[in-house]
Each structure stands twice: as C-alpha cells, then as structure tokens.
C-alpha cells in the first residue's frame, strides 16, 4: 500500500514575510532554476570565505552581479520596495536574508535578520560564551565536588607505609 501525504501547499508556506517601516513584504520563493543559481553563487562564496581556490573563468560578484542577487532572491518584491523608497541598506538586507532564506532555510534567515545584518552578531563570539559559562556556573564553583564513594582512599604522598618485603 502506497504512503499518502497531504498536499505541500497546504502545510508549507514558499514564501518570506519581512517586515519594514510599517509594512510587511511577502518575498515569494524562487523558481526552481533561480534558486539553484542562488545557491550556486551562495556555494561559491562561501567557498572561498574558507579560503578555497576558484578556476580563473569563475566570474565573481560586482556591484551589478550584487545587485542582480538581490534582485534574484527578492523577485517582485525589489521593485516594490524601490517604489516605496526603501533605502538601499533595507533592500540589501532584505535581499541577504532572502539569500539565506533560499540557500539555508528560515532559522539562518531569521538570525541574520535579529542580527541586524552583522554576521559576527549571529553566533555568540569566545567572550560572551565565556561570560554565560562564568554567569550560569559562579553558585556551583564554590560548592565542592564529592569524593569517590568506592570505599577506598588514596594516602596522602610522604605518609604511605613502608613497603614489607614477603618472604
């Protein structure tokens, strides 16, 4: 007997609602091929951020292949913000965290979006986990550890008796 499944598009939203300045903007998800060039450009980056070697006809991102990202992770949506006056630094967080979105899914979306667009803001850094360890444990650092409860004990070194030989 063949397994049925309820219709996707009655359990899963394609879609990203971001809100800006009052307003909500519903970003619908990409097509198929769109996506996969998202996701290819999103590979490549991040390839080289871990300082990966690219071949020499590997075309790399500028100004106008950003904005061409941007406008490919947003679809209708760019021309709508542009319309309302959003300013760039908006469109472009929008588009990143549409990019994230697409490539990685809604919890990465959603952290860089509370992250304010600062990566170094999506994870916590050495310093602050440092603090939440010292924070969370400060009661039971001066609480001290049990012993062994194996009904041995080890001597203290210097008071251990003289080894007896057997004859």
């Keep these: 007997m063949a397994a ?3 219709a996707l598009d009655e359990l899963f939203d394609d879609s990203l609602e971001l809100p800006v300045g009052g307003k909500t903007y519903r970003i619908p ?8 060039k998202v996701q290819k450009i999103a590979n490549l980056a991040v390839r080289l951020m871990a300082g990966g070697e690219v071949s020499e006809d590997t075309e790399l991102l500028d100004d106008d292949g950003e904005l061409d990202l941007i406008k ?6 760019y021309d709508e913000l542009t319309a309302d006056g959003v300013s760039w630094a ?3 967080h929008l588009g990143m965290t549409s990019m994230l979105w697409i490539t990685q899914g809604i919890d990465t979306a959603r952290n860089y979006w509370k992250a304010g667009g600062d990566p170094s803001q999506m994870a916590p850094n050495r310093e602050a986990r440092r603090a939440a360890k010292k924070s969370g444990s400060a009661a039971a650092s001066k609480t001290r550890s049990r012993g062994s409860t194996s009904g041995t004990s080890a001597r203290p070194a210097g ?9």
Excluded: I, Y
């Design 4 to 6: 049925r499944f309820d």
């Design 159 to 167: 008071k251990r008796s003289p080894q007896v030989a057997k004859a």
């Design 90 to 92: 908006w469109v472009r």
């Design 72 to 77: 490919l992770c947003l679809g209708p949506v």
């Design 29 to 36: 998800s990409p097509s198929a091929e769109d996506g996969l």
